[in-house]
């Protein structure tokens, strides 16, 4: 979760200089130079921000960039104690940048020179969320007016975001199932109790297992059988179905199952059709509608933490930490929206529901946000803040 901010009174700026090899695109300022009498004005002015990943402080990898959901270049959104770094790459010698507090007018730092870098030329400034004054969720545009050594001039942008951690589970988790209680598997330790069932009407096999640790149940879930999930969740996003939700499935597959799908839940109550998202056989995940992943992030007889999250238009499946499929989800998608009554765990049209052990199901009543998910919810098998 987010750290508490540190009380500071005064603005510090540490002019760094490194050399960046990241290939980018450039950008140009958009003035058209009217009102200004220098022609010099009109022409190369191109610039463009490169900045490390504030996850890493490293520069940024394709992987990361296909990641982000921001244009890193006019953006960067950084979290609680992250240094901010920001590297500004001109085209041409400077006689000065002045940088300001685009809400204020104040001026927070100057340069006179910048470090030559390839054909470009790089200013580099590290400060804080905190200095900036940047609250959680909130953002400020900084304004970085150019002199260049020619006199010609020049203006660039950029925006610091402050990223909202993940809100605490009291404020958003709405059920928890932990397969603690031999005689009654569907217990809830929040919300309602679970209701096993199968396809023939009858109550369902799943059966008790160990879990994770001495003394930590589990569900081995039986082919055929299901738990109905009733999940007390209202229409959202002004459909008639729950359009946004989060899933998480702490499982183990055992090896007697491994190469086969298992079906996760389906939102369709007739459970006509495939369901929403299945464990594939190369021990990836499987989406309808969205296809399915690469193999191998799940292992024989390992617990991992599966989560998939539903919003609008948006649809994101991880297995510990990591995103894996990615899709979209239209409004009151039959596919993966919940029907206002209840959704159905574990079950499959067909025989595509094999065993799997399963020690904990957690539902949150809203769609995580990516960094949520890679940075804020811990492994498999830990509580959530």
Known sequence: MMKKYLNIHRRLFVPLFVIVC?????????????????????SNFEHYFDNP??????????????ELKYDRTKEERFKGEQPVVLNLFLSKQINSVEIMDGSTGDILLNFTSAEASGDKFKLSMTTSLAELEIGPGSSKALKFNIVYADDSIGTAFFIVASVLPLPPAADILVGQWEFDDTSNLGKATIGTDLVPKDKDGGSGSHSATSGM????????????????LIHNLPATLGGSKVNNYTLVFDVSVPASSYGAYSNLFHTRLDISGDGSTYISPSGGLWGRGVGSSGGGAIQADTWHRIVVTVGEADYRAYIDGQRILVGSSGLDDPNHTFDLSKVLLFIDNGSEDVPIKVTEVMLFNRTFDNNWVTEDLPPVGQPVP
Do not use: M
């Not at 980018?24 to 009102?35: E, I």
């Open 22 to 42: 990241t290939v980018v695109l450039s950008n140009c300022d958009s003035n058209d130079g009217q009102g200004w009498a220098d022609e010099r004005y009109l």
């Open 53 to 66: 990943n504030p996850k890493t402080g490293l520069s940024y990898t394709q992987a990361e960039i296909d």
């Open 213 to 228: 640790a001495s003394g930590d149940g589990a569900v081995l879930t039986a082919s055929g059988s299901y738990f109905e």
